[in-house]
């Protein structure tokens, strides 16, 4: 199984900034997507935005268009997610994902077969 490492997480005061990113450990990616999800306490976890492997295709949902970027650096298999103008909703836990098996740019988790562990996203009113 491809595991997963995301770094970047931390406490920010709303308005700032993070980039979070998300890797294989050990080996490049031979995927079709991958994707950021979310949760905040007490709530399921949601789908944040996903870029297709080979086309470079990136999707958001409604809530963070405009503010976050997934970005791609091919030659490290790394996905970035760049998070401008912070609220305090988009506080959680963030984890990265993989999906091996839906091309079409998968939004539901369970679509996603390989996940990190986490990082915590807190931001500050």
């Known amino acids: 199984q491809v595991q997963l490492v995301e770094s970047g997480g931390g406490l920010v005061q709303a308005g700032g900034s993070l980039r979070l990113s998300c890797a294989p450990s050990?080996?490049?990616?031979?995927?079709?997507?991958m994707a950021w999800f979310r949760q905040a306490p007490g709530k399921e976890r949601e789908f944040v935005g996903g870029?297709?492997?080979?086309?470079?295709?990136?999707y958001y949902t409604d809530s963070v268009k405009g503010r976050f970027t997934i970005s791609r650096d091919n030659a490290k298999s790394t996905v970035y997610l760049q998070m401008n103008s912070l609220k305090p909703e988009d506080t959680g836990v963030y984890y990265c994902a993989a999906s091996f098996t839906v091309v079409g740019g998968p939004r539901d988790g369970k679509d996603f077969g390989s996940w990190g562990q986490g990082t915590q996203v807190t931001v500050s009113s």
């Open positions: 870029i297709t492997w080979s086309g470079g295709r990136t």
């Open positions: 050990g080996r490049t990616f031979s995927g079709y997507a």
